[in-house]
């Protein structure tokens, strides 16, 4: 199987690379042209779940970084 990849960005998406199977939270598959997308976090996009940029406009702010349970204990 191929590797798959999440990349948190500053104030912006989640960037998502290599083939996976994207399900809603009604069960609705989507079908991801490519391998490559990204993922809305702001809450404004008019294409959730994919980004269509609105974090720009929006004035959203995220600094977060991935942490593991294990490192949060």
């Known amino acids: 199987m191929d590797e798959v990849t999440i990349k948190v960005r500053e104030s912006g998406p989640y960037l998502v690379r290599g083939k996976v199977t994207l399900i809603d939270a009604d069960g609705n598959q989507h079908t991801v042209e490519?391998?490559?997308?990204?993922?809305?976090?702001?809450?404004?996009?008019?294409?959730?779940?994919?980004?269509?940029?609105?974090?720009?406009?929006?004035?959203?702010?995220?600094?977060?970084?991935?942490?593991?349970?294990?490192?949060?204990?």
């Open 34 to 73: 490519g391998e490559n997308f990204v993922l809305c976090r702001c809450g404004g996009s008019q294409t959730k779940p994919f980004c269509d940029g609105s974090h720009r406009e929006n004035g959203f702010c995220a600094t977060e970084r991935a942490v593991l349970a294990s490192e949060s204990a």
